[in-house]
């Protein structure tokens, strides 16, 4: 178990906080303890984390040349949303020329592939998604994963209510 500590102060630049949501992403966490703190006559938020260092750490398995096998990671069912979201992600970067990653990274997709239902909110509360992505790939993921439920289910557009 080890222990890693963030002061980010107030006003700071989305860089500190995306530091500190790479932080997050990238290691088995146990616990985080924040506080408002002065250092000096500044003002800052300190997070206190508790993390694992041999948990699944996605900075270790790239470092060491490896990936993240989602295979392994997640049961049959979200691995399944999971290679449903990776087509959309696909779908939609190739449409704006922009690389996949761009659009949600493989880790944003895991974890959105665990949401059931799959909700605008939900996807909010992940790490990494932030109101510029929502806005632009929220709605179309949200739409075109309920599509790929009601097929799966054999529910038409008409009995979806659809036109």
Same mark, same amino acid.
């Given at each position: 178990?080890?222990?890693?500590?963030? #002061?980010?102060?107030?006003? %700071? =630049?989305?860089?500190?906080?995306?530091? /500190? #949501?790479?932080?997050?992403?990238?290691?088995?966490?146990?616990?985080?303890?924040?506080?408002? +703190?002065?250092?000096?006559?500044?003002?800052?938020?300190?997070?206190?984390?508790?993390?694992?260092?041999?948990?699944? !750490? /996605?900075?270790?398995?790239?470092? !060491?040349?490896?990936?993240? =096998?989602?295979? =392994?990671?997640?049961? +049959?069912?979200?691995?399944?949303?999971?290679?449903?979201?990776?087509?959309?992600?696909?779908?939609? +970067?190739?449409?704006? +020329?922009?690389?996949?990653?761009?659009?949600?990274?493989?880790?944003?997709?895991?974890?959105? %592939?665990?949401?059931?239902? /799959?909700?605008?909110?939900?996807?909010?509360?992940?790490?990494?998604?932030?109101?510029?992505?929502?806005?632009?790939?929220? #709605?179309?993921?949200?739409? #075109?994963?309920?599509?790929?439920?009601?097929?799966?289910?054999?529910? !038409?557009?008409?009995? !979806?209510?659809?036109?």
């Amino acid at each position: 178990m080890q222990i890693k500590i963030f #002061n980010i102060p107030i006003g %700071a =630049d989305e860089s500190m906080t995306e530091e /500190l #949501n790479h932080f997050l992403r990238a290691h088995k966490i146990i616990d985080i303890k924040k506080d408002l +703190a002065m250092l000096g006559e500044n003002t800052c938020w300190t997070f206190c984390i508790t993390y694992m260092q041999d948990g699944r !750490s /996605l900075d270790n398995n790239r470092a !060491s040349g490896g990936k993240v =096998d989602y295979k =392994d990671v997640l049961d +049959a069912e979200i691995f399944e949303r999971f290679s449903n979201l990776r087509k959309l992600r696909k779908q939609i +970067a190739d449409n704006e +020329a922009i690389p996949a990653y761009a659009v949600f990274t493989d880790a944003e997709l895991a974890e959105i %592939a665990k949401l059931s239902p /799959l909700t605008l909110a939900g996807m909010q509360k992940i790490p990494g998604i932030g109101k510029k992505k929502m806005e632009k790939y929220g #709605n179309v993921l949200v739409e #075109n994963i309920q599509t790929i439920a009601d097929e799966e289910n054999g529910i !038409s557009e008409r009995e !979806s209510g659809q036109p």
